[in-house]
């Protein structure tokens, strides 16, 4: 018998095809364009000087026309120049990191659990099963209050968190970028369950005696997403401010919000959630181009809560003996996948290469017009993004979304390592992760960052940065002391 033919798809590598058809797709102008500009070249090449000086001859100029060309052009240019958004650039940021007093293995929690719900046994296996597969580690913090038997969640404890938290990491930042108090235009605090009077905002100004004309804001309620509002809300007062400065502050208090009754749904966030906090300084003044670390390049926001089931999937109420605590619905995962089907739908034509979009496109034309069993096509993200930093509210958010985003284990790797280094930190995470990223030393010049952080509302909301510059290993921050402990996640 003669041999058979060869198959196709095993001796051709699919994915070069793939890659030849991203190519061509995404530099389709170019490729349209190169090929009519070298004709024109080859054909002014190709008459002699004499004719090249008989058609200049033969164009004729009028002052005023060349006058009014002129302003025509530099009108356009002006009104280009003055419509184009500033850019607004992150310089540095600085997360605290806690100190190894306030440290909670899975052992004290658990004796601790035992000791405070001592008439509730199926509570306490309960948290235990949870505390097991949360992806927690054993270094993870709680403030100092929750140590004691039972916990004391008063007003001066949680105040007394608030300020070593947020203190901290503005003293770090000060340190880092050189910035002085004085040159601070615009401060934004975030924190959704403690919201004091005077604020925090306030708390902030008093402390460090910043100027009495700063434009101050304290965003309570808002939940894990709320430090990408707090960004959101930076870029656009940068929009409006020239040559200013603005620094964010995204923390979560723990003190005040500790849950000590029997529901199930309410016992979730004392196994996930953690001290935490970050500050970030963002500038729209060209002199710190050359220094800072990102470019914000997009913010997209998400809010589901004209749906009843997403408006209370993070509620805080009280139980039926009157303690108040976050309850936690069974289908938040859910409702996270839609806010994140909305989200993406958003951003893709804002990120995705030209390839993907014509692809997605044609999937929708045919399963509208021939087929409508077709698999959807799911965009390839990694294709518009080098990092993600996912929020990491939970093992199985993160599974969630590695699953519906087809991403590979090194793409939530900071994610992962951030939730069982520090826990859930809130709406601070998103940090971590961007410091885990840096301490690893993979953060290079061009590279885009895709941070996604949900929330209660519900919302979803995402923020693309651009890194500026090859960032060089940090020497210290909240990683310094046990990046090189954390090898490719098992």
Avoid at 49 to 55: F, M, S
Avoid at 145 to 169: C, L, N, Q
Avoid at 228 to 238: F, Y
Wanted: glycine share 6%; aromatic share 10%; with cysteine.
């Amino acid at each position: 018998m003669p041999p058979a033919s060869p198959d196709f798809s095993s001796s051709v590598k699919l994915k070069y095809v793939k890659l030849g058809y991203q190519y061509v797709v995404d530099h389709f102008l170019t490729l349209l364009l190169v090929p009519v500009m070298v004709g024109i070249l080859i054909e002014v090449v190709r008459l002699g000087p004499q004719e090249i000086v008989n058609l200049w001859n033969s164009l004729h100029f009028d002052l005023i026309q060349i006058l009014c060309s002129s302003f025509f052009i530099i009108f356009i240019a002006t009104v280009y120049f003055m419509s184009k958004p500033r850019c607004i650039y992150l310089v540095d940021y600085a997360c605290y990191k806690p100190p190894v007093t306030c440290r909670v293995p899975f052992a004290t929690f658990m004796e601790h659990s035992r000791l405070i719900l001592s008439n509730n046994p199926k509570s306490v296996e309960f948290q235990m099963r949870i505390l097991e597969r949360s992806g927690l580690g054993e270094e993870t913090c709680l403030p100092p209050a929750i140590h004691y038997i039972p916990p004391k969640p008063t007003m001066e404890a949680a105040r007394g968190e608030a300020e070593v938290v947020i203190f901290s990491a503005m003293d770090s930042l000060f340190k880092k970028t050189g910035l002085k108090p004085k040159d601070i235009d615009i401060l934004i605090v975030n924190c959704s369950l403690f919201s004091p009077t005077p604020s925090l905002s306030a708390m902030v100004i008093n402390k460090y005696k910043l100027r009495s004309n700063i434009k101050s804001f304290n965003l309570s309620g808002m939940g894990c997403s709320a430090g990408l509002i707090s960004i959101d809300l930076a870029r656009d007062l940068l929009q409006v401010h020239p040559n200013s400065n603005a620094v964010v502050v995204s923390t979560e208090i723990i003190t005040p919000n500790y849950y000590q009754g029997n529901e199930r749904a309410m016992l979730l966030p004392n196994c996930l959630f953690r001290m935490g906090g970050a500050a970030i300084l963002l500038s729209n003044r060209r002199s710190e181009r050359r220094r800072a670390k990102y470019r914000l390049v997009h913010v997209v926001r998400t809010h589901k809560g004209a749906d009843d089931k997403a408006y209370r999937c993070v509620f805080e109420e009280e139980d039926k003996e009157g303690k108040v605590g976050i309850s936690l619905s069974k289908d938040l995962m859910a409702i996270a996948g839609e806010a994140l089907k909305s989200n993406i739908t958003t951003i893709g034509p804002l990120v995705l290469p030209g390839s993907e979009q014509l692809l997605f496109l044609l999937t929708l034309i045919g399963r509208k017009v021939f087929n409508p069993k077709w698999k959807p096509y799911i965009p390839d993200f990694k294709l518009a993004f080098e990092h993600f930093c996912i929020h990491a509210g939970g093992r199985a958010v993160i599974d969630e979304l590695q699953k519906n985003l087809q991403l590979s284990a090194e793409h939530v790797e900071a994610s992962r390592m951030t939730l069982h280094r520090f826990g859930n930190t809130s709406s601070s995470s998103l940090w971590y992760e961007m410091s885990y990223l840096e301490a690893k030393g993979r953060m290079k010049k061009g590279d885009r960052i895709w941070q996604i952080a949900f929330g209660s509302g519900f919302k979803c909301n995402s923020a693309v940065w651009k890194c500026n510059r090859t960032i060089k290993k940090p020497t210290d921050g909240p990683w310094e002391d046990c990046i090189h402990r954390f090898q490719p996640v098992h």
